[in-house]
């Protein structure tokens, strides 16, 4: 499957790091869209469908989020998804098996996103590899902090993935260039506090911010939490290298269809 | 951040990045209050003018000569204003929000009794207040609800997951993650990242120094066991404490809700059926599936009903320090209707978990021995479950009556 059809190597992403597939789209576009869904929600047939929309719509890169029982840092959108999904009977492997099955049809990258529990029961390093095998680039875990992540790191280096490491406008420069050393592939910004799908506000404090995040890495920032229409893609343009839109998505799916996604997605360029 | 809060394997942080600088000022703060000895006289000073330090401690004449067996006494923690040790913790943690500079406080809350005692440390202190409450539990507490609305707390019913204390939990630090700038978040329990099972357990280790003081001046001797139930494990932690060092069994029961072989309990470290997991910011047991999804439990008793259980509790039960045990809904409800038949006391559902087991073992030691069960609450707040559980007709007539006064 072509990318846009501007880039000719096909499936070039596969012997790409991913931050060198960041910076090799950056060349063609200002910004890069990432997106976000919770695998099995709301049915694995409907994901696929939903995947295929987004990657033939122009998105660069998405998270696939394994749910879990306790999403402590989604809010109410992500929250009940992952409830769903979990209703639905999805299990672990399942979602492997699925990011295996997604990764293989589609030519972007992709990450994983759970919470550390999910590792850590089916046994971390086990989980690093299984997550290798399947093709994932890289993994966010946002209940991970490096403090306590030393295996996952580890395991993470052993097998060649991206430990996405977050930032966030509570997070002091010192503790930036700190969590800059355990970071590849890019960095993911917070743009506020609170949970995933509330309002943000583009302002000064948030272009202060992201000056600041640019300063503590060398690494592509993508800015995420609350970003909802094209207005907040334009503001990005040249602060942030990622725009990630997670429940804006999922929104338009549950109220307009997954058809309307792809709407919704070209609307944002 | 520097210490981490791990007892053996069990506890740490495990919190989203954008709290790591308010467990930071927390620790900060709660380090500087510990080496603080203004502090502990001011937290002491409160708790015996505003709440009712020293509580007593009760020998239960009757139920000794019942069982025949140990001396049984009763550390009335249900005599803290509000009823339950839940106070202990919480108006120490209404201090450090003073010191802080902090002017609003949430909290989570299961029975309803540390959402009581967080409203009224509020109302005291002059901080709004936002309560998280299941659903399921909001359904079987409700004169707690309303008395924290009373107290000028908004009480936010949690429908998301099953509903109950895990889910208010959840929610409450959902709400941190967004207002910590202004906002302390009161958690109830001997759980959660550090620095809160150290500093729960700090604050509830009055009730073990109190106890231990009080049996030893009236029997010149340690008790053989001490008893206390455990949801997250507060009040067993702060009664515990005083008798770590001493050669004291220690026994903490669980809910074992309709039977440990039904799958309908809250028996994290009594059965088999939890294992050690990351959930709700700390490493501990949980009860959970094999992918590390969190089970739905169960107990007559909404503050026991709850997946995880302390760190600190964890790691002594590792060490083989403290022994655990669990008692089914019908025996908790049994051993309630006895001690209010033969003491005239009260405890809370909760609470009566540690009388059941104690009741069992009684019997079995000599009067030499003697046995202390930690009351941790009054059960008032339970009418509308016991009355259930009896099927009490004069009761059901009443709210029918009361439901016809207040018209369709």
């Known amino acids: 499957m072509m990318h846009n059809g501007k880039i000719s190597s096909d499936k070039r992403h596969e012997i790409m790091a991913l931050e060198s597939y960041i910076r090799a789209v950056l060349k063609e576009k200002d910004i890069l869209l990432m997106t976000h869904l919770i695998i099995g929600y709301p049915s694995f047939e409907e994901c696929f469908r939903l995947i295929d929309v987004m990657v033939g719509a122009g998105v660069d890169l998405m998270e696939l989020q394994i749910p879990f029982s306790e999403p402590i840092a989604d809010g109410p959108v992500i929250l009940r998804a992952n409830h769903m999904a979990l209703e639905n009977g999805v299990t672990v492997q399942g979602c492997l098996d699925f990011a295996r099955s997604v990764i293989r049809a589609f030519d972007i990258p992709f990450l994983l996103m759970t919470y550390y529990n999910i590792p850590f029961t089916y046994n971390t390093s086990a989980f690093v590899s299984a997550m290798a095998k399947t093709g994932l680039k890289g993994a966010i875990i946002p209940d991970l902090p490096p403090e306590e992540g030393h295996d996952y790191l580890e395991a993470m280096q052993k097998e060649g993935l991206d430990p996405i490491v977050i930032f966030s406008p509570t997070t002091s420069y010192e503790r930036m260039k700190y969590l800059d050393s355990f970071a590849r592939g890019f960095i993911y910004c917070v743009a506020r506090r609170g949970v995933t799908g509330g309002d943000t506000i583009l302002s000064e404090k948030l272009i202060f911010y992201l000056g600041l995040c640019r300063k503590a890495s060398n690494l592509p920032l993508a800015l995420g939490f609350g970003l909802k229409e094209k207005a907040d893609m334009v503001f990005l343009k040249g602060k942030a290298d990622i725009a990630v839109m997670g429940t804006q998505t999922i929104r338009t799916m549950e109220k307009e269809g997954i058809a309307a996604v792809g709407e919704f997605i070209r609307r944002l360029r | ?408």
């Open chain 2, 1 to 408: 951040m520097n210490s981490r809060g791990y007892y053996g394997e069990f506890g740490g942080a495990f919190i989203p990045e954008i709290l790591i600088s308010t467990f930071e000022e927390l620790v900060d703060e709660f380090e500087k209050a510990k080496a603080d000895p203004a502090f502990w006289q001011k937290y002491m000073h409160i708790m015996s003018t505003y709440s009712c330090r020293p509580t007593p401690l009760t020998f239960a004449e009757n139920l000794t000569s019942l069982f025949g067996g140990a001396r049984i006494y009763i550390k009335r923690e249900d005599l803290n204003h509000t009823g339950a040790h839940k106070a202990n913790n919480v108006m120490g943690q209404g201090l450090l929000v003073k010191r802080m500079g902090k002017t609003r406080v949430i909290a989570e809350t299961g029975a309803g009794q540390h959402g009581v005692a967080t409203a009224t440390m509020a109302a005291r202190f002059g901080f709004r207040c936002t309560i998280y409450m299941g659903e399921v539990d909001i359904e079987r507490q409700r004169p707690n609800v309303f008395w924290m609305e009373r107290l000028g707390a908004q009480v936010i019913p949690v429908r998301d997951g099953t509903r109950t204390l895990k889910d208010a939990i959840n929610e409450a630090f959902r709400d941190w993650v967004t207002n910590m700038h202004d906002t302390h978040y009161v958690l109830g329990t001997a759980c959660g990242p550090h620095p809160f099972p150290e500093m729960v357990s700090y604050f509830q280790s009055i009730i073990g120094e109190e106890a231990r003081g009080q049996i030893i001046e009236r029997e010149g001797k340690l008790p053989s066991r001490v008893y206390a139930c455990v949801g997250g494990g507060s009040n067993a932690l702060g009664v515990f404490s005083g008798f770590l060092d001493d050669p004291v069994q220690l026994v903490a029961v669980e809910a074992g809700g309709k039977g440990l072989n039904t799958g309908r309990h809250a028996a994290r470290l009594s059965s088999k059926d939890a294992s050690v997991g990351v959930a709700q910011g700390y490493k501990t047991y949980f009860l959970q599936d094999s992918d590390g999804q969190m089970k739905k439990t169960h107990s007559v008793a909404a503050g026991l009903d709850y997946v995880g259980v302390s760190p600190i509790l964890a790691s002594l039960w590792q060490e083989g320090r403290v022994r655990f045990e669990s008692v089914m809904d019908s025996e908790v409800l049994d051993a309630f209707s006895l001690t209010l038949k033969k003491e005239g006391l009260v405890p809370a559902l909760e609470s009566a978990h540690a009388f059941a087991q104690a009741f069992k073992e009684a019997p079995h030691l000599s009067s030499d021995d003697i046995i202390l069960i930690n009351q941790s609450g009054r059960g008032d707040k339970d009418i509308f479950t016991v009355a259930d559980a009896y099927n009490d007709a004069q009761w059901q007539d009443f709210i029918r009556q009361k439901a016809r006064d207040y018209g369709p």
